[in-house]
């Protein structure tokens, strides 16, 4: 939890965090720099990789007075899609390489495979909705499917932030009050009236739409962005034909042409990780979805991983997770 102090911004232990609140002001016409974005590790409440591959829904609504963005940094590709209404309160809101700094009523349409960022500037003064849909959902409704690739807001870059007029900004809301009321409905037709209001919520979000400037990030945020995306295209095409061929930050390092200890310290200055945790991080999340979502045996999953033999995968498993593969495989089918 922040809260803000003049031009600096406090947490509640006293850390204080070099940030001038004033400047964020005039941002439309300016930069990010490195200055700004270095508060993004000093956060406590800043999250790494956020996946929830596990729990057994398709399609989840929040109201943002109850569910408030947290600050994070999701570097790795989520299952789901997100749409985010923000009807009160400020923040910076990061996707690839544009900055956005939003202080008015803004759509936010974000791909799973995007690299966000969001810096809440306003604690307590969240207002709007945001739902949360899976890629199976999508699958399930192809006229859904259909709207999201005539649309593009989730795909063409300069779409994705939209400003809207007071106006637009209620009848948005009033789609999601709605929809949320049908979520709360057991019915078998619920999710047949959400998909709809998904459909709206692009139609209405596309009409009239004012799509703003965005600001370049810097140069090192540029390396930060360049290192997620190759984890990313390393963990995505994992298979026992293509395992990972990148493991280590030198690997990384050398891929990027820079020095290891750089790209380290890069790392650790604005996520408080450095690349190895990263590394290890993202291998274990991609470990936990192998073991649940294939059949795949253990020495398959660890070939596919990059490890020398099996027994080195339970051991980097169980250290990391407290069971051993096995055990976790069992826990979550039995």
């Not at 803000?4 to 609140?21: A, I, M, P, Q, R």
């Not at 720099?33 to 829904?57: A, C, G, H, N, Q």
């Not at 209620?170 to 709809?196: G, T």
């Amino acid at each position: 939890m922040i809260r803000e102090l003049s031009n600096t911004l406090v947490t509640v232990d006293g850390k204080v965090l070099t940030f001038d609140y004033q400047l964020f002001h005039r941002m439309k016409a300016s930069t990010l720099d490195s200055k700004k974005i270095d508060t993004l590790r000093d956060l406590p409440d800043m999250i790494p990789v956020f996946r929830e591959f596990y729990e057994d829904w398709m399609v989840r609504v929040f109201n943002r007075e109850q569910h408030e963005c947290r600050n994070y940094l999701s570097p790795n590709r989520r299952n789901f899609y997100k749409i985010l209404l923000l009807t009160k309160g400020s923040g910076v809101f990061t996707t690839g390489l544009n900055t956005y700094y939003i202080n008015e009523p803004t759509i936010l349409f974000i791909h799973p495979n995007d690299i966000i960022s969001w810096k809440n500037l306003s604690p307590g003064e969240a207002g709007g909705h945001y739902v949360l849909f899976k890629k199976d959902f999508i699958q399930k409704h192809g006229v859904l499917k259909a709207a999201i690739d005539k649309y593009g807001l989730f795909t063409e870059k300069n779409k994705q932030v939209i400003k809207l007029s007071h106006e637009r900004m209620h009848v948005l809301s009033q789609l999601f009050e709605r929809m949320k009321e049908e979520e709360l409905v057991a019915a078998a037709l619920n999710e047949d009236a959400i998909q709809a209001y998904l459909q709206l919520l692009m139609v209405e979000s596309i009409r009239g739409a004012q799509f703003p400037e965005s600001n370049k990030v810097t140069d090192e945020f540029h390396h930060i962005h360049r290192f997620f995306e190759l984890l990313e295209q390393e963990a995505a095409q994992i298979n026992f034909d293509h395992p990972i061929r990148l493991k280590t930050a030198k690997e990384f390092a050398s891929s990027m042409a820079l020095h290891p200890n750089y790209l380290n310290e890069l790392l650790k200055k604005q996520t408080g990780e450095n690349v190895s945790t990263h590394i290890k991080n993202r291998l274990l999340e991609e470990a936990k979805v192998l073991l649940l979502q294939t059949d795949w045996s253990l020495s398959d999953v660890s070939f596919s991983l990059g490890f020398a033999d099996q027994p080195n995968f339970n051991q980097f498993f169980k250290k990391n997770t407290g069971l051993t593969p096995t055990e976790f495989r069992k826990s979550f089918l039995a």
